[in-house]
């Protein structure tokens, strides 16, 4: 009764924050067109004649007047049996809506109509000019003409490998770049050492690892990085095949509680998560792989009982799981079927998965832990009801943004903007609804490099985030502009260089303030 009072209590209560409503971002784009639309018309005429138009007052309000990306049906009403035929049904419609809807925003955004005709002189009006090899693997599917054009090509991103647009996974060098230069080489060389070594120096492969981790060998850097594999060499093929092993004991002995009443709501929240993970991304929608999402979240839920399942963790797993993949696929594993693996190799990935995926979560939760005695956090606060361990992480962030940035701190509360409207996604899903998902594989080399890189360094991380689009913040004057800015941030052409950037300022950041008491108080 009181779990059953608590979940109401979510529902209706608009000040807590959470997940139970998803928001946009980067993997998540709206799928209202009227809603894009809108939003689209009223940039364009920002340099037009002022208007009066309604402005929500509060966030309540806006959210209010806002379609959720996902709300296509109450979940509540529909029945459990007939759940999983009808979410597959939905995650093609999904996925293919998205991604149309991507393509076309982005055109509209980048590429003024005027400036498209001037260019393209007599040909058809309905032209659509294009930017990368995804969007004209998409837009061949359609009936429209599509060209390059001069212009075009002028007010392109600077010259650099082109990074295809929609949902990329593989980094940079494994898409279409140059070879590998000289510097990359050798870099490579020295990662291969170290790996081979009988006794690997973890403190100089973290050192190597800080600016980014070589994708030939990611995957057994990644397992020694987050202490699933020890530095012994001559130890890890039996601690792999034992983990193994403990995991799919888990597997017989748990797996089939799932339809057991107190298991129900774990199993069915999960069963709703698992096709709203990466929906642009054809690996994630093939049945199989779902299946393995689902063993591997219910088996860390029942291993966790404080916590249980918290929405937003199913995104967690993806990073691993794509490059325990990569080891077995020479080829972009993003449209890859993983039926062609055989059942020991898919085996193997699932299970590294789960314990990889353990040692990041136990490893935020032991550091809770330690805050415990000062900050009066639980070690599950993190991820339990309400969430109090990222509230109190929000609230970090904000802190730290009004000593970086008082303008932009001000901005956001002339416009009654709270950073738990944007921030609370940030750290909850670690900006993976942010960026695509090869750049969270780049981020995470260092956060698995850093020392509590995916707890304390993941804050200077999202105050340097949010300090990048400070142009494009204080250009917004309403607070409708803001909240459909900061959760529709324009990071879909982003790639390592990017990212570098992004942890280089995060990095002086947290040189400057974290252990200055005068400047932050942590």
């Given at each position: 009764m009181a779990a059953e009072s608590g979940r109401?209590?979510?529902?209706?209560?608009?000040?807590?924050?959470?997940?139970?409503?998803?928001?946009?971002?980067?993997?998540?784009?709206?799928?209202d067109s009227?809603?894009?639309?809108?939003?689209?018309?009223?940039?364009?005429?920002?340099?037009?004649?002022?208007?009066?138009?309604?402005?929500?007052?509060?966030?309540?309000?806006?959210?209010?007047?806002t379609s959720d990306a996902w709300d296509i049906g109450d979940d509540e009403d529909e029945d459990f049996s007939s759940s999983s035929s009808s979410l597959q049904t939905l995650n093609s419609k999904v996925a293919k809506a998205t991604a149309a809807q991507v393509l076309e925003n982005h055109s509209k955004l980048r590429v003024k109509p005027e400036r498209c005709q001037a260019a393209l002189g007599d040909l058809p009006t309905n032209c659509k000019v294009i930017k990368s090899s995804s969007e004209a693997q998409l837009s061949r599917t359609s009936e429209e003409a599509c060209v390059r054009s001069p212009l075009q090509k002028q007010q392109s991103l600077p010259l650099r490998p082109v990074i295809p647009l929609v949902a990329r996974i593989s980094d940079q060098n494994a898409s279409g770049a140059p070879p590998m230069t000289v510097r990359e080489k050798t870099r490579l060389e020295k990662f291969r050492q170290l790996l081979s070594s009988h006794n690997t120096d973890l403190?100089?492969?973290?050192?190597?690892?800080?600016?980014?981790?070589?994708?030939e060998v990611r995957p057994v850097t990644w397992r020694l990085l987050s202490g699933y594999l020890p530095a012994n060499s001559e130890r890890r093929k039996l601690t792999l095949q034992r983990?193994?092993?403990?995991?799919?004991?888990?597997?017989?002995?748990?797996?089939?509680?799932?339809?057991?009443?107190?298991?129900?709501?774990?199993?069915?929240?999960?069963?709703?998560?698992?096709?709203?993970?990466?929906?642009?991304?054809?690996l994630f929608q093939q049945p199989l792989v779902q299946e393995i999402f689902e063993r591997i979240l219910f088996i860390w839920a029942i291993r966790h009982p404080a916590s249980g399942y918290v929405?937003?963790?199913?995104?967690?797993?993806?990073?691993?799981?794509?490059?325990?993949?990569?080891?077995?696929?020479?080829e972009d594993v993003e449209n890859f079927d993983v039926t062609n693996l055989s059942q020991d190799v898919l085996r193997s990935i699932e299970a590294d998965s789960f314990w990889c995926m353990s040692k990041l979560l136990d490893g935020i939760q032991l550091l809770v832990k330690l805050l415990s005695l000062?900050?009066?956090?639980?070690?599950?606060?993190?991820?339990t009801f309400a969430q109090p361990g990222i509230q109190k992480k929000v609230k970090a962030l904000e802190e730290l943004v009004s000593r970086i940035d008082e303008q932009v701190h001000n901005h956001f509360r002339k416009y009654e903007v709270e950073y738990l409207q944007f921030a609370f996604r940030w750290m909850n899903n670690l900006l993976m609804r942010e960026l695509p998902l090869r750049c969270t594989i780049r981020l995470w080399d260092t956060y698995q490099s850093e020392p509590e890189g995916f707890s304390h360094f993941h804050l200077y991380v999202c105050a340097a985030f949010l300090i990048k689009w400070r142009k494009e913040i204080l250009d917004e004057e309403d607070f409708q502009g803001l909240l459909m800015l900061l959760q529709n941030l324009p990071t879909i052409h982003w790639g390592n260089e990017e990212i570098g950037l992004l942890l280089a300022e995060a990095y002086r950041l947290k040189y400057m303030f974290a252990d200055a008491p005068n400047h932050y108080r942590r």
């Open positions: 109401q209590f979510w529902k209706r209560s608009a000040k807590l924050p959470g997940s139970i409503q998803p928001v946009y971002g980067a993997q998540h784009p709206p799928l009227r809603l894009t639309k809108n939003f689209i018309k009223d940039r364009s005429k920002a340099t037009g004649l002022p208007m009066k138009s309604k402005k929500a007052s509060s966030f309540h309000e806006f959210a209010r007047s403190d100089e492969l973290r050192k190597c690892s800080w600016p980014g981790v070589p994708r983990k193994r092993e403990e995991y799919f004991g888990f597997i017989q002995q748990y797996y089939d509680s799932r339809n057991e009443e107190h298991h129900q709501d774990t199993y069915r929240q999960i069963h709703i998560d698992i096709p709203r993970t990466n929906p642009l991304i054809p929405q937003g963790i199913n995104d967690l797993v993806t990073p691993f799981f794509v490059v325990f993949l990569s080891e077995h696929v020479e000062t900050q009066g956090l639980s070690p599950q606060d993190n991820y």
